[in-house]
């Protein structure tokens, strides 16, 4: 086991530990007082159990090396992965949402509200602790599954922490001309919280797809990719005229189609700038995997393929 598959693997776990607790102490306090958007987080923290639960079994196969029967590895397993993590996590939404919504129209939820706001704040402030532990643990890391447990656990924070100051406002309307909209206010806070992580959950998810389909990255990376090329490969006349750049996962696999001013190519030149390529993509862009293809037309390939495992990639 490599030292970033152990780290990976132990901020999942923090992640999973963590998410038991939250998801018990939400479950067990929506039975008692009856709130609704505390069962909503008791929901979304289960899913995220048994999706972390999952993915501590595969993280081993990310770590395996691209050979000729993997070309890519096991990264597009990383982007399976957070697929079915979005569509469960939509489906939970849109299930939840509907049973809420039909709640509230049959008179609302009655709860203490100070003591939601309470229950809350507490979990808000243990969010802290455990986000800023996983961004500790985090910093040698470069893992898609690690950073969205990470952007997971600060969401919680600022919905515990913006939940419990809106339940403790909400409570002054007890006993005012505004307090029908008391029995209300639960139902709707927990269909905001579905509202607000709906987004997030789709971009994820978009992400994921692509990786899966080999879609090109961002305009922005590709960009990145052609303006380092072109300066590492100027010294030696090599012209680029096609990058074929593909996201699966947490690597960035990089083809660079050149094109050479003469009839012959040094292959000590090649080797050169391949590993000097690899070096400053590197630098730039982690878990990055590139390949130098000379073109015997000056035009873009009709198909481009990934990065081949036995090519001279550089160090």
Same mark, same amino acid.
């Given at each position: 086991?490599?030292?970033?598959?152990?780290?990976?693997?132990?901020?999942?776990?923090?992640? +999973?530990?963590?998410?038991?607790? +939250?998801?018990?102490?939400?479950?067990?306090?929506?039975?008692?007082?009856?709130?609704?958007?505390?069962?909503?987080?008791?929901?979304?923290?289960?899913?995220?159990? *048994?999706?972390?639960?999952?993915?501590? +079994?595969?993280?081993?196969?990310?770590?395996?090396?691209?050979?000729?029967?993997?070309?890519?590895?096991?990264?597009?397993?990383?982007?399976?992965?957070?697929?079915?993590?979005?569509?469960?996590?939509?489906?939970?939404?849109?299930?939840?949402?509907?049973?809420? *919504? %039909?709640?509230?129209?049959?008179?609302?939820?009655?709860?203490?509200?100070?003591?939601?706001?309470?229950?809350?704040?507490?979990?808000?402030?243990?969010?802290?602790?455990?986000?800023?532990?996983? %961004? !500790? !643990?985090? !910093?040698?890391?470069?893992?898609?599954?690690?950073?969205?447990?990470?952007?997971?656990?600060?969401?919680?924070?600022?919905?515990?922490?913006?939940?419990?100051?809106?339940?403790?406002?909400?409570?002054?309307?007890?006993?005012?001309?505004?307090?029908?909209?008391?029995?209300?206010?639960?139902?709707? &806070?927990?269909?905001?919280?579905?509202?607000?992580?709906?987004?997030?959950?789709?971009?994820?998810?978009?992400?994921?797809?692509?990786? *899966?389909?080999?879609?090109?990255?961002?305009?922005?990376? %590709?960009?990145?990719?052609?303006?380092?090329?072109?300066?590492?490969?100027?010294?030696?006349?090599?012209?680029?005229?096609?990058?074929? &750049?593909?996201?699966?996962? !947490? +690597?960035?696999?990089?083809?660079?189609?050149?094109?050479?001013?003469?009839?012959?190519?040094?292959?000590?030149?090649?080797?050169?700038?391949?590993?000097?390529?690899?070096?400053?993509?590197?630098?730039?862009?982690?878990?990055?995997?590139?390949?130098?293809?000379?073109?015997?037309?000056?035009?873009?390939?009709?198909?481009?393929?990934?990065?081949?495992?036995?090519?001279?990639?550089?160090?």
């Amino acid at each position: 086991m490599t030292i970033a598959e152990k780290r990976e693997k132990q901020v999942l776990w923090v992640s +999973f530990y963590a998410g038991l607790l +939250f998801a018990a102490a939400e479950f067990v306090f929506s039975i008692f007082n009856g709130s609704q958007s505390a069962l909503m987080d008791a929901v979304y923290d289960a899913s995220e159990l *048994i999706f972390i639960g999952f993915i501590l +079994f595969l993280v081993p196969l990310l770590y395996q090396p691209i050979s000729e029967k993997h070309p890519y590895g096991f990264s597009q397993l990383e982007s399976i992965i957070l697929v079915i993590k979005g569509f469960m996590m939509l489906s939970v939404t849109f299930g939840l949402s509907a049973d809420i *919504i %039909r709640n509230a129209l049959s008179g609302g939820n009655q709860v203490d509200l100070r003591q939601v706001a309470l229950f809350q704040a507490v979990l808000g402030a243990l969010s802290v602790g455990i986000y800023t532990l996983m %961004r !500790r !643990r985090n !910093r040698a890391l470069s893992s898609p599954l690690v950073d969205a447990e990470i952007l997971g656990w600060k969401v919680d924070t600022l919905y515990s922490l913006g939940m419990s100051a809106a339940f403790f406002g909400s409570s002054f309307l007890e006993g005012t001309a505004l307090g029908f909209l008391v029995p209300y206010f639960d139902p709707l &806070v927990a269909v905001a919280i579905s509202l607000l992580t709906l987004p997030e959950t789709v971009r994820t998810l978009w992400r994921a797809l692509k990786g *899966i389909f080999l879609f090109s990255p961002s305009e922005e990376t %590709r960009d990145a990719v052609k303006q380092i090329s072109s300066q590492v490969l100027a010294p030696y006349g090599f012209t680029p005229i096609f990058h074929d &750049v593909i996201r699966t996962g !947490r +690597f960035l696999w990089v083809s660079v189609y050149f094109t050479i001013p003469g009839e012959t190519l040094s292959l000590a030149d090649l080797r050169t700038a391949s590993r000097q390529l690899n070096q400053a993509l590197g630098e730039q862009f982690e878990n990055c995997v590139c390949e130098l293809i000379l073109s015997p037309e000056d035009h873009a390939p009709a198909a481009a393929g990934p990065p081949a495992a036995d090519t001279d990639s550089g160090d």
